[in-house]
């Protein structure tokens, strides 16, 4: 079975500081999906970032990277010049390469971004 | 463009009564859907999903139940609340592979 794991429960960085939430996760699949979603107070959730494991380069949204080590099984996600809206709880999320199936997330990181 | 509609978005009920949430999707045909519970501060919790009307796969037993009625539409509903029944519950739909989610219910069983 596969699993997500965030080991970092809550952080704290500056305004305009870069951050970076780490991301492991375990399966025996070649080919899957990564996301990271963001859910701000508003509790709305809205997906950041998508990565497919067949791909070599890492993917990137604005001020929103991944770091992708495939070997590692690790995926962590970087906010560059982070800003006071970036402030929420960021979970990990893990899927097989098949339509009909299920996303795995991790327990979340939630990301306080201080003025 | 595809849009998610979760109603109602407050809801305070007593032990023992029933529910019923609605979730709509707009801009789409058919979509997997699926119900989320997350409980306050915590991760989520998947609790139905569906790839088509009438298929309904159950993740977690509980005395929640879902059902699709149409392509675009997700019920979940309860015959008799729990206490632990609180939470946010989340609906989402899927064209493939990414999961988009509704604005949630907040449920308040007293």
């Known amino acids: 079975a596969q699993t997500v794991t965030q080991s970092q429960p809550e952080m704290s960085v500056q305004e305009a500081e870069t951050v970076t939430l780490s991301c492991t996760y375990d399966?025996?699949?070649?080919?899957?999906?990564l996301f990271w979603y963001k859910q701000p107070p508003s509790r709305q959730m809205i997906l950041v970032i998508r990565q497919e494991a067949y791909k070599q380069q890492n993917a990137t949204e604005n001020r929103f990277s991944v770091n992708f080590q495939k070997a590692a099984k690790s995926f962590s996600l970087k906010i560059s010049d982070s800003q006071l809206g970036d402030t929420a709880m960021y979970f990990c999320a893990f899927m097989k390469l098949m339509r009909d199936d299920k996303i795995i997330f991790g327990k979340g990181t939630r990301l306080h971004i201080l003025p | 463009s595809q849009t998610i509609h979760q109603w109602p978005a407050t809801l305070v009920q007593p032990v023992g009564s029933p529910l019923s949430l609605e979730c709509t999707v707009e801009g789409t045909s058919n979509p997997n859907l699926y119900w989320y519970r997350q409980a306050a501060g915590r991760g989520l919790q998947l609790l139905f999903y569906?790839?088509?009307?009438?298929?309904i796969s159950s993740e977690v037993p509980q005395n929640l139940s879902a059902s699709r009625p149409q392509d675009r539409q997700f019920i979940l509903s309860s015959k008799k609340l729990l206490l632990s029944d609180s939470g946010f519950y989340l609906c989402a739909w899927s064209p493939g592979y990414e999961q988009y989610f509704g604005p949630g219910t907040r449920l308040t069983v007293t």
């Open positions: 399966t025996s699949e070649s080919n899957y999906y």
């Open positions: 569906s790839v088509g009307i009438g298929q």
